[in-house]
């Protein structure tokens, strides 16, 4: 059943979301590619929103899929977007800025140090 509300997404903190990826969950970025390549998980896929709708046949629906952005308000939209398509989902509370602030793995596209845009 999909949520009511945003109030109503599951959320899971960052470093919680690190050990479920760890064990086997899907992290997926949603933030716009300069984003992305300042500075992201390195274990996350990266589809931007404005393309989750024609990509979401791509994702394994056997698994869960943690979506992160920014701040979350994007993550928290496609989280919402997931769960009505039948996916088990949740957003990463803070998104990368939370996730950097916790000290998690982040990389960069071109080697430098990662930062989140």
């Not at 949603?30 to 931007?48: K, L, M, Q, Y």
């Not at 800025?97 to 140090?113: H, I, K, N, R, V």
Request: hydrophobic content about 45%; aromatic content about 6%; charged content about 25%.
């Amino acid at each position: 059943m999909a949520p009511a509300s945003y109030d109503e997404i599951p959320i899971v903190a960052p470093r919680d979301a690190f050990d479920l990826v760890a064990a086997g969950a899907v992290l997926v970025d949603v933030r716009e590619d300069f984003e992305w390549e300042a500075g992201h998980a390195p274990t996350a896929r990266h589809i931007p929103l404005s393309e989750l709708q024609e990509q979401v046949d791509g994702l394994p629906r056997d698994k869960d899929v943690l979506l992160v952005c920014r701040a979350g308000s994007r993550s928290a939209r496609a989280t919402a977007f997931l769960l009505q398509s039948g996916f088990k989902a949740s957003n990463v509370d803070g998104g990368m800025t939370a996730w950097a602030a916790e000290a998690l793995p982040m990389e960069s596209e071109d080697g430098s140090p990662a930062v989140v845009a």
